[in-house]
């Protein structure tokens, strides 16, 4: 009898234990339930729109004139979506704006708001599309405030990029007017087109003070040593018949022969997926290195009004004109790749691709780029690990193409760093409450844009 009610004590107190058990458990879910945060937001917002600007920006462009101006409306949109998701999400500095939208709003939404209003505004032609595209990425947010707060803040932080951009010099004509001579630039066959897109060197920067704030010293003499090396490492390495070039280096030439701009976007939305980076990183990262990547171009265009460089091809046919004796005329000399019409220094690739690495490595704070690099030329990939590997190859790769001097290719490499090294110590820096710190800034330019004619082995197997 005392075994049986010691039993039934026991069962009573395994199923009072089991129902205070399932109780507490069932008010803790009931309070964190009403606690909890938002899930997090999802950056494919931020690389859906990218890559829809990207298609935009592409189809409003004559292709057969290659120029930097993709480049500037890519800064455009992507500095837009991130005030629009920083101003929510916090943890970055806004760029030039001090508001901040709801805590509650869909970043998502105002990342794909913002996205279509500048796109919509500069590139109107194209509305039918964007708002098809637009109608589609809100609808799969869900209805509701946090949606419309959303909408709304995506539209202020487009509308003050616009308003910030009004009278930027955009489209002014600028006259290249210094007469041919010795070392001047002149349009180039087979097509002989003029400089196009001179406005670019007079364009507003997003970041710098002014086009020519790193503007670099000018290029080597006629005369010198210097300039009669790049003049014939162009005419051996860069000829279309009878180039010393290996079979790798002219895959390398014709890799980068192609639009850079599309690669390097297709690149930065394929390391923010495989990274794993949330939405406030990833806008961070496409903000930064398209905004950089603007004033590399707009450096570049001051540059290339300033000095007015002839190109190696013209160098080469009249290399009779330049007072140097170790040059030699060649007129029949053709270069692998049509030369673009602007003038040669310095390198608009080399700048946008220098400013790029230095400010991707600033803000993940490594050299360790892990960056995959496609071609449209070659319909090949690349991966590149480090930064200066990506700047080394884009360096050899306009030489051996016959289309730029070393010389300008290093210094647009150069001054593409300076403008990287500016971009991450003056702006899209981590707010003091934010959780991550500050990435450091690496002192690695003299790996990153080798100095002029120094020794380059020939790329190995790294691809």
């Known amino acids: 009898m ?3 009610r010691s039993g ?7 199923v009072a234990s089991l129902l205070l058990l399932a109780l507490t458990a069932l008010a803790g879910s009931t309070a964190s339930a009403g606690s909890q945060s938002p899930p997090s937001a999802d950056p494919a917002a931020i690389r859906e729109w990218n890559a829809i600007a990207t298609d935009t920006i592409s189809a409003n462009l004559t292709p057969t004139r290659p120029s930097g101006q993709a480049v500037i409306w890519h800064g455009f949109v992507s500095v837009a979506v991130y005030n629009a998701v920083v101003g929510i999400e916090g943890g970055y500095a806004p760029y030039k704006w001090q508001v901040r939208g709801p805590s509650t709003a869909s970043p998502e939404a105002a990342a794909v708001t913002a996205a279509h209003r500048v796109l919509v505004t500069y590139f109107p032609t194209s509305q039918a599309p964007l708002d098809a595209a637009y109608a589609d ?3 799969r947010i869900p209805d509701g405030t946090a949606k419309r707060q959303g909408v709304a803040f995506g539209e ?3 509308d003050h990029i616009i308003d910030l951009r009004e009278n930027d010099s955009r489209f002014e004509p600028v006259e290249f007017t210094t007469p041919p001579a010795p070392g001047v630039w002149r349009p180039t066959p087979p097509a002989h087109l003029p400089f196009i897109d001179t406005w670019l060197g007079r364009l507003r920067p997003l970041l710098l003070k002014s086009p020519s704030q790193f503007r670099p010293g000018e290029p080597p003499a006629l005369s010198s040593a210097r300039y009669a090396d790049d003049v014939n490492e162009v005419r051996t390495m860069g000829a279309k018949t009878g180039s010393a070039r290996t079979a790798q280096q002219t895959e390398t030439a014709l890799f980068f022969g192609g639009s850079l701009v599309v690669p390097l976007q297709e690149a930065f939305r394929d390391f923010s997926a495989r990274h794993q980076l949330g939405i406030a990183e990833t806008a961070r990262l496409f903000a930064a290195a398209n905004a950089a990547a603007t004033d590399a171009v707009i450096a570049s265009w001051d540059a290339k009004l300033h000095y007015g460089f002839w190109r190696p091809i013209t160098a080469i046919h009249l290399a009779d004109t330049d007072g140097n004796p170790a040059t030699e005329a060649d007129p029949q000399w053709q270069p692998l790749l049509v030369t ?7 390198s608009g690739h080399t700048a946008v691709t220098g400013a790029v690495t230095r400010t991707l490595t600033g803000i993940l704070g490594t050299s360790h780029l892990d960056l995959n690099m496609s071609s449209e030329a070659t319909g090949t990939t690349r991966h590149y ?3 200066d590997q990506l700047n080394e190859d884009m360096i050899d790769a306009r030489v051996w193409a016959g289309i730029h001097s070393r010389s300008a290719d290093i210094a647009g490499c150069q001054a593409g760093d300076r403008i990287g090294v500016y971009t991450v110590t003056h702006y899209f820096q981590p ?4 959780r991550s710190a500050a990435a450091p800034v690496l002192s690695r330019s003299s790996e990153a844009c080798p100095e002029p004619h120094g020794s380059r082995s020939t790329p190995g197997d790294r691809y």
């Open 156 to 158: 202020r932080a487009a």
């Open 2 to 4: 005392e075994a049986s």
């Open 431 to 434: 707010l003091h409450s934010a």
């Open 385 to 387: 690990e480090f930064a």
């Open 8 to 14: 039934r004590r026991a069962a009573i107190g395994t």
């Open 340 to 346: 673009p019409p602007h003038p040669d220094y310095v």
């Open 137 to 139: 990425s809100l609808a």
